[in-house]
């Protein structure tokens, strides 16, 4: 019921800086939180951050300080501005909406984009 299209990733040296966007269609009013989440090849996907509907931001430790995420609401969207980049920060991103059926843990289901790739090396 929501689909995700995401843009953004490419190669940069250490020390430089992307953005990720993501933009979500479909039934998009079910939409609550969205975010972002990273995998290495045969390694599980792990989170980098989140940022509900009304704007509250949860990062991973390995984000803070480097990376914020940000939405808006009126164009369905969500960014990942990367700033710092490492070379452990090289993985593929994958854009995350969570669906409307919520417990106190989240809400489900999980829409997931196809990923972007995001390489950091000199």
């Known amino acids: 019921q929501v689909q995700l299209e995401e843009s953004g990733g490419g190669s940069v040296q250490p020390g430089g800086s992307l953005k990720l966007s993501c933009v979500a269609s479909g039934s998009t009013f079910s939409i609550n939180a969205m975010g972002w989440y990273r995998q290495d090849p045969g390694k599980q996907r792990v989170l980098v951050a989140t940022?509900?509907?009304?704007?509250?931001?949860n990062y991973a430790d390995s984000a803070k300080g480097r990376f914020t995420v940000s939405r808006d609401n009126a164009k369905n969207a969500v960014y990942l501005q990367m700033s710092s980049l490492k070379p452990e920060d090289t993985a593929a991103y994958f854009c995350?909406?969570?669906?409307?059926?919520?417990?106190?843990?989240?809400?489900?289901?999980?829409?997931w984009g196809q990923g972007t790739q995001v390489t950091v090396s000199s």
């Open positions: 995350l909406a969570e669906g409307p059926y919520c417990s106190g843990v989240g809400c489900y289901p999980w829409y």
């Open positions: 940022i509900s509907r009304d704007g509250v931001a």
